[in-house]
């Protein structure tokens, strides 16, 4: 398992309901329903992947997230989540309202722009940024919404949106001390763990 996917299970709780956007192979929502528990249905566009869930036994429904959840209700999962996929959805912002009116609470990683390795590459290069972290050129990207750690606080705030939790890692997935001092210009991705705000 991914080290993110390590990180983020442990925000959910045993024997929840979960649903994951974009599931990609269903190896979380699997390790989930075998450690945990959890009742989890996955939302894939990927067939070789949808394929990957259904030798796994994972519920997973061909679905595409820029054409919404209206399908689900509101409130009925625990925990839904969004990995690695906020920054190639055509709207974003409306994806993480729904999120958060089909679930208690939600679930976001995505790639942090404002990393300093993109910031030097851009300054130095003068061309968008093409690495391990940001493997693809710029006209063949799934990236059409690049967001940085500071972006993503800030529509938090404009959404009245609760942020439970919030981490910052490197490439391997490992935090230190100054990446939580510094999360917008050193951390290579950010988790977060969100909720509507009630108060």
Known sequence: MRPDLEIIQQWIQ???????????????????????????????????NIQHCLDRGTNVIEQNLDKGLSNFQSGSFDTVLLAQTLQALSKPDHLIDEMLRIGKNGIVTFPNFGNWKSRLYLASRGRMPVSKFIPHSWYNTPNIHFCTVKDFDALCTERDIKVLARTVVDLEHQGSWYMRAWPNFLGEIAIYHISKNTD
């Open 14 to 48: 045993p024997n929840s309901k979960v649903l994951d956007l974009g599931c990609g192979d269903g190896s979380l929502l699997h390790y989930l329903q075998t450690t945990k528990n959890v009742h989890g249905i996955g939302l894939e566009i990927d067939e070789t």
